[in-house]
């Protein structure tokens, strides 16, 4: 299943976010990247955010701790 860890800088403003689906895909569009299922976006983070976004998915066959 697709999962993505959304961390910010320390001192920067937010909070780190983790989203998982299991039809989740991320795109850019512009300064923007964008977290969307088949319903639509789920979670955009601006590119000037600072953020970090990075994929964590659990490997095929082991479950989820």
Do not use: F, N
Not at 30 to 39: I, T
């Amino acid at each position: 299943m697709p999962r993505y860890l959304i961390t910010h800088p320390k001192g920067k403003q937010g909070e780190d976010i983790l989203v998982e689906d299991p039809d989740l895909t991320l795109t850019i569009h512009g300064a923007w990247a964008v977290l969307s299922d088949p319903q639509g976006a789920c979670l955009a983070v601006s590119a000037h955010a600072g953020a970090t976004i990075t994929r964590i998915d659990e490997p095929e066959g082991e479950p989820a701790v």
